[in-house]
């Protein structure tokens, strides 16, 4: 099955948007997990266990797992997610993008040491640097486009003078997804929640791709705008939200809370599309 087709399995069955963002920050841990590094998998399995009928897909970040030499928690991790809740799939958050020679271990790293689903990208260095990841079949990429920063800003929003219609940085990316790019049918786009105008704007040019939606949550995007502009029956969107949940309470009933935040956010989601 490819990764599109799970999103869509799995928005269906759980009747969900909301993807679950695996940040660990083990000072934020509650209780006897408090500051403990070497409890990063247990923290994330209990997140992923209270949650994993209520959501699209999970986001873990790699940056989170690397920051503590926690790669090896994060193996296990996505071994207990596939184990655990094999009809949901896993995109890698890792934002790469380098050469294409680099380019290939980076998708080894995210395909087949991690077993992920899908990965993040950084489109800045050009074709070649996301083609090895489009050799995987079935396997999917976000491409960001609009992300949720304000630095965001600073080079997405200028124009190409060089183009054809001097696109915004961002709507070329957009177009480079949905078209030429897209040789295996997997590539979707990132796209703030903190901008739904944006988002808007993405789905002119990029109707059919998958979109990944952080924002919403800790960093105040409005779930429902994001909904309103970027939902499609037939082009999945993945709305990621990370700290609300993870830390929605610092006590020993941090999973029960997690569970009752997704619940709350998935609800408000799927009103924003009417149903
Ligand atoms: O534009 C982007 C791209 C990626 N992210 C990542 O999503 C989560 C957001 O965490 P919250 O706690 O829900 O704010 C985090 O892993 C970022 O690296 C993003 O925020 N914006």
Redesign the pocket.
């Known amino acids: 099955m490819t990764f599109i087709e799970m999103l869509l399995q799995a928005q269906q069955r759980n009747g969900s948007m909301l993807c679950v963002?695996l940040?660990p920050e083990p000072a934020r841990f509650p209780g006897a997990l408090q500051g403990d590094a070497g409890r990063i998998y247990d923290f994330c399995a209990r997140i992923v266990d209270a949650t994993a009928d209520l959501v699209i897909a999970f986001?873990p970040?790699i940056?989170y797992f690397a920051a503590h030499r926690a790669e090896d928690q994060l193996e296990r991790l996505m071994a207990h997610m596939r184990r655990q809740a094999p009809q949901v799939p896993v995109i890698l958050?890792a934002?790469r993008g380098d050469i294409g020679s680099t380019a290939e271990q980076y998708a080894r790293e995210a395909f087949e040491r991690y077993g992920a689903d899908a990965v993040?990208l950084s489109p800045f260095m050009g074709f070649d640097s996301v083609q090895p990841y489009l050799r995987y079949e079935g396997k999917g990429a976000f491409l960001?486009c609009r992300?949720?920063?304000p630095g965001?800003d600073d080079l997405q929003n200028q124009r190409l003078a060089s183009v054809d219609g001097q696109p915004l940085l961002y709507e070329h990316i957009a177009r480079l997804a949905q078209g030429p790019w897209n040789l295996n049918g997997q590539l979707g786009l990132?796209v703030?929640a903190t901008y739904p105008a944006e988002i808007e704007r993405v789905r002119q040019v990029a109707a059919k791709v998958p979109l990944l939606i952080?924002?919403?949550?800790?960093?105040g995007g409005d779930a429902a705008a994001t909904v309103k502009a970027g939902w499609r029956p037939d082009a999945p969107i993945v709305v990621?939200?990370?700290?609300?949940i993870l830390y929605a309470s610092a006590g020993d009933d941090f999973a029960d809370a997690a569970r009752s935040e997704a619940l709350r956010t998935r609800e408000l989601l799927q009103s924003a599309r009417g149903g």
């Open positions: 963002g940040d986001k970040q940056a958050d934002k993040t960001l992300t949720s920063n965001g990132v703030g952080p924002g919403v949550g800790a960093q990621a939200s990370s700290r609300a």
